[in-house]
Structure formats: structure tokens, C-alpha cells
Antibody, heavy 122, light 110 residues
Framework: QVQLQESGPGLGKPSETLSLTCTVS????????WSWIRQPAGKGLEWIGR???????NYSPSLKSRVTMSVDTSKNQFSLKLSSVTAADTAVYYC????????????????WGQGTMVTVSS | QSALTQPPSASGSPGQSVTISCTGT?????????VSWYQQQPGKAPKLMIY???KRPSGVPDRFSGSKSGNTASLTVSGLQTEDEADYYC??????????FGGGTKLTVV
């Protein structure tokens, strides 16, 4: 079965760029949309954005100016870069597949990684 | 605050039914049949329970059901079990390739 695993530095400094990678195993990354979602401690979920394996991206309006996503189909990986981070960006970051049925990826986040904690602190 | 409104908490006794609401607008919940629900146990990633308003992924018990009326979607858990105690989040497509979540509801099985 398809599994997702997030990786990246767990600590960053204010004003720096946060970089995370999600590795997809047990299946192909192709022909799906893949999302990043975050959750501050004790709070709710926030959609950050998504990327299709064609490279097409959509970002949350509230984060659009700071977010860049990319995909490497040869490695079955996709990545997130969040620039100019502050303490407010401290959260658990999840990657997720968008599915299971709609080819436009509108239906749901059907497979999730376990999440990776990122702390922004000087 | 979250774009979709959920009650902060809900509770029920084992065997009972409980319904959690998720209220949006005609631009999200009311405008599309792309509402999904997620169960999150402490320290774990969310798990998809319902998608496209009322569809259940394989492996999700039929005690979980979803519906929608106007701008409000609902998740009903019937025959409550202790293992259903968790946080539940709704999500909706909001048009223009944008997605929203609710603030979450903590379900307690007392």
C-alpha cells in the first residue's frame, strides 16, 4: 500500500526558508495531486498547497507569497519550501495524497504521512 | 480562525449516536459535494473517514456516515465505541483550487 514519509530539518531560524520533502513508497507518485498540510500544537489543520505530478501547483491564498512546491517523479518525491518563517510557522507538517476518486483531486486527502515537527526559533 | 465552523466538543455514551456539524458558506460546503471528514487520534496523523459528503473509504466502519444540507455538512457516528474518542475535522473544496478545514471537534465517549 502507498505510504508517505516526511523528512527535513526539525529546527529553523526566523527569516530562513523551511524545506521539507515527502517520499512516496509502495506506489507511483504519478497522476495524483499531493498536498502539504500543517497543524500547530493543540490547534487545527491548515492546508498549505498542492502539486500535481505534471508540476501544476495551487497554494493557499494566505501563504501563497511564501510557498514553493516542486516534484521529482524519478525519486517519487515532492517538496515544500516556506520562506521568511516566523514562530507562527512552528507546527507539525503533513504531506498527503489527494484522492481517492476524483482525478482533479477535489475529493479528499486520502493518504497521510506521519508528520514531522518543525520548530522556528532563534 | 478556521473557515469552516465546527463545535469544539461533542459527547455520547457507548452505543449511542452523535452528530458533528460543519458549517460553511455557499462558496465551499454549500457549493460543492466535496466535503470530507477526518479522525485524528492523539499524536497520530488524520485518517480519512468520509469523502464526497457521504462516501466511506474501504475499511471505515459503516457506523460512520456523512450528509449535507445547504451550507452545513454533518458526520454521524452510530453505535459509539470507546475507540471513536478522537478529534474530528471536516474539510471542503472552496473553489479556485483552494481547500479549507474546520477547527475540529473533540469527541468524548463517556
Amino acid at each position: 500500500q502507498v505510504q508517505l514519509q516526511e523528512s527535513g530539518p526539525g529546527l529553523g531560524k526566523p527569516s530562513e526558508t523551511l524545506s521539507l520533502t515527502c517520499t512516496v513508497s509502495g506506489g507511483s507518485i504519478s497522476n495524483y495531486y499531493w498536498s502539504w498540510i500543517r497543524q500547530p500544537a493543540g490547534k487545527g489543520l491548515e492546508w498549505i498547497g498542492r502539486i500535481h505530478t505534471t508540476g501544476s501547483t495551487n497554494y493557499s491564498p494566505s501563504l501563497k507569497s511564501r510557498v514553493t512546491m516542486s516534484v521529482d517523479t524519478s525519486k517519487n518525491q515532492f517538496s515544500l519550501k516556506l520562506s521568511s518563517v516566523t514562530a507562527a510557522d512552528t507546527a507539525v507538517y503533513y504531506c498527503a495524497r489527494m484522492g481517492p476518486d476524483d482525478s482533479r483531486g477535489f475529493d479528499a486527502f486520502d493518504i497521510w504521512g506521519q508528520g514531522t515537527m518543525v520548530t522556528v526559533s532563534s | 480562525q478556521s473557515a469552516l465552523t465546527q463545535p469544539p466538543s461533542a459527547s455520547g455514551s457507548p452505543g449511542q449516536s452523535v452528530t458533528i456539524s460543519c458549517t460553511g458558506t455557499s462558496s465551499d460546503v454549500g457549493g460543492y459535494n466535496y466535503v470530507s471528514w477526518y479522525q485524528q487520534q492523539p499524536g497520530k496523523a488524520p485518517k480519512l473517514m468520509i469523502y464526497e459528503v457521504s462516501k466511506r473509504p474501504s475499511g471505515v466502519p459503516d457506523r460512520f456516515s456523512g450528509s449535507k444540507s445547504g451550507n452545513t455538512a454533518s458526520l454521524t457516528v452510530s453505535g459509539l465505541q470507546t475507540e471513536d474518542e478522537a478529534d474530528y475535522y471536516c474539510s471542503s473544496y472552496a473553489g479556485s483550487n483552494n481547500f479549507e478545514f474546520g477547527g475540529g471537534t473533540k469527541l468524548t465517549v463517556v
